[in-house]
């Protein structure tokens, strides 16, 4: 179908489903804990910095920065951490999720428009808008643009 786009799909919290476009991911890795490089006087969502690729990749708790329970500062935090890298206009993010599931084509033309009283107020500033599937299950369509040029990392990069 020519209004298809093809996104990947992961969990945000426990049962929260999500979407990125594929055309603004580049990479998606295993970071382990031992790689990051904590910066200090940062916003608690972003966990430090990566050498990726021989480049400095800024790494953030998607989840915490969306006003999701904080994934990476229990107990137990997780050994290896999924990292998605987003892209566009030539600067980089890496946003770490707790589960990736797929790659999913969905019609554009099905994307609903923001409807607030959806969301945690914390993810307005980064929908770009929202799916309903089969199972009648709300599927968040995240802005990776809106990400990266989040006025978090302003005075930070």
Request: aromatic share 10%; net charge negative.
């Amino acid at each position: 179908m020519e209004n298809e786009k093809k996104f990947l799909s992961f969990y945000l919290g426990a049962k929260d489903k999500a979407v990125i476009a594929l055309q603004n991911i580049i990479e998606v890795f295993q970071v382990s804990f031992g790689e990051i490089c904590s910066v200090p006087q940062m916003p608690n969502c972003v966990l430090g910095i990566y050498n990726w690729c021989g480049e400095m990749l800024w790494l953030v708790d998607l989840e915490e920065m969306l006003g999701y329970s904080p994934q990476f500062q229990a107990a137990n935090p997780p050994v290896k951490i999924m990292t998605i890298v987003l892209h566009t206009e030539g600067k980089h993010l890496g946003i770490l999720v707790r589960h990736l599931m797929d790659i999913e084509s969905l019609d554009s033309k099905q994307m609903k428009f923001q409807d607030s009283q959806f969301f945690l107020p914390e993810v307005s500033p980064f929908l770009e808008g929202y799916f309903i599937n089969a199972m009648e299950e709300i599927i968040i369509s995240l802005d990776a643009t809106a990400i990266i040029q989040s006025p978090l990392w302003e005075i930070h990069s």
